[in-house]
């Protein structure tokens, strides 16, 4: 453990959580600071803290001084501050991989009234970048600035010959949605009425939430939506690098835009995403899918796959039993995979359950996983889902999606509750526009066309993933509270797997099958208890 003089403890006690002890958290530091800082942890004896204060700190050329004040103060001139920054990063990091490096720092990053197919480009990502996004369940998205809806404009479009058309059946879209949001709150009340053991503020909410899972495939993928984004300094340039390679316009603003923040607080970490190093890249991004593009329509030309169902599992580990087992007992021996391996093939059936039952049987809720001898098998399924159910399914990250562009040629989904309130037929004419519209742009502008198509319409994706993974997906989206649609895709899965591994997925017990009229209420009963719990604590 270090010793610091009083001076020296002085000097860093803005730094560090603590002084005295071996774990400490690092704070008030730039992000570029913290990741020369740990770059350079790694090749030398000395502690963090002492490396700060002698090789940062100490160190006039170094530049540290005016790189945090401007940190904490927001006073220093920011031009100034970047270029100090940068200069002290390159200092530091001479000799030592950028790619790295660049995941020890990280930023915060909002991107705001982007639509709803660029937002899935934002969060395609799987490692080093945390999504969050803008919910259709807890939001109205009736409001309008200055007489418009607020949707995506699509420059393509609006300078086409379609824009009137375009804004036409958005607008259309975005009317029926907003006219129809008291008239559905009013039905659900008059069905699911106020008990007395419900407060105000819950059915208010769950009221709200309902209408909004009910309406939400009026709204067509051009609707504005907000996401936020932490992500290291590694995961957002390629990120950029990624949108500056799209075939869309608005990803390609939202790329360059990303960038020109994010210079501003972490210039090291994104400045390659364009120019000497991004550029080659984003080229070869861009030429593979015109390639693939021209490739698959010559290979496909004339072929489809109209809709006929929802969930299909089209690969699977034919031998994925006796891999789990393997990959299962292998921690805990010291004798080879192989050795495993063929003690696993000799065993009976008595046998192998019971090392799955050890491995897995003592689980008490969804949050006990299993261990990583399940990531030992796979499964494939070619999934068609309406939009607004795909949104939600796509989060996921420990897994590999594919999808198809969004059109209409695989139909829509109807909620069910639509014919009840009588407004079946209105939606259906409503898809119908939406389609015809679709068409006439996607003749000429077939990734624009995407714009227009609302969240009810089906999209074509693909999803590759393991045992352990599949536990954590069906588990939690099956869960009471989760809107109908999505549920009903993965106890899809759940059913696909169970037929050809039962004993693999027997111990997933944590699905839930009820089916309740209001999905959002027990959770928001639990969120009264919390705010009381909070009320008590901390006072009104």
Known sequence: MDKFTNEEAEILKPFFSNLDKDIFVLVNLPEVVKGALFSRYSRTAKSIRRLLLDEFINDEKMGFKEIVAFSEKMGYDQVVATQKAEEFYDRVLVGYGDDSVAELGGAHIACENVSNIVSKILEDSRIGISPLEKSTR??????????????????????????????????????????????????LMEKFPQDSETSDRAYGSTIRAKACDILRGFLPASTKTNVGLFGNGRSLEFLIIKMHSSELAEARDVAKEMQTELMKVMPSFVKRATGKYGDPTINFLAKTKIGMGTLSEKLFSGENSPFSEEVTLTDYDKDAENKVIAAALYPFTDV????????????????????????????ENRRHKPGRGFEHTFYEFDLACNYASYRDLHRHRVLTQQRQDLGTTLGFDLPPEMKELGIDKEFSEKMLLAKKTNEKIKSEMPKQSQYVVPFAYRIRWSNYLNLRELYHLVELRSTIHGHPDYRRIVLKMFDEVNKVHPRLVEHM????????????????KKIDKKIEQVKKKYGE
């Open 138 to 187: 807890y939001v109205y998205f009736d409001k309008k600035i200055e007489g418009e809806y607020l949707y995506v404009r699509e420059p393509g479009i609006m300078e086409s010959k379609y824009a009137d058309e375009y804004i036409e059946t958005c607008d259309s879209l975005f009317d029926s949605y907003s006219r129809l949001i008291e008239p559905t709150k009013k039905w």
């Open 336 to 363: 080879s995979f192989e050795t495993i391996k063929k003690k696993v093939k000799a065993m009976d059936k008595e046998e192998k359950i019971a090392v799955i039952n050890e491995y897995i049987g003592k689980r």
């Open 509 to 524: 017990k944590f699905i839930d099958r009820r089916e309740i009229g209001l999905e959002r209420l027990e959770s928001e």
